[in-house]
């Protein structure tokens, strides 16, 4: 049974930086996409941002350049480095994995971006 979890949401001023973590844990394939996702209230589920078991990586436009997706091969671990805040950015951030044409889903961490 693969199990996500994420950590690292809270409560942060605009300007400020977070860094979120996503352990993996069960069978973890060694190819395979790992990634964000967030939802604000009242909106569709949104594409953050993915990085590729071999280390490519994409964004949605409204990050790029402030957010940073990496990971840990090793670890089955994935982090979002957020910085520059913007209240925009407030939402519940989901952890993604994507292996063998299964995908799968943290819980979700609260990030809340105050101005």
């Known amino acids: 049974q693969v199990q996500l979890v994420e950590s690292g949401g809270g409560l942060v001023q605009a300007g400020g930086s977070l860094r979120l973590s996503c352990l993996a844990s069960g069978r973890i394939w060694g190819f395979n996409v790992m990634g964000w996702y967030r939802q604000a209230p009242g909106k569709e589920r949104e594409f953050v941002a993915i990085i590729r078991s071999a280390g490519s990586t994409n964004y949605v436009d409204s990050v790029r350049g402030r957010f940073t997706v990496s990971r840990d091969n090793d670890k089955n671990t994935v982090y979002l480095q957020m910085n520059s805040l913007k209240p925009e950015d407030t939402a519940v951030y989901y952890c993604?994995?994507?292996?063998?044409?299964?995908?799968?889903w943290g819980q979700g961490t609260q990030v809340t971006v105050s101005s």
């Open positions: 993604y994995l994507s292996m063998r044409g299964s995908e799968y």
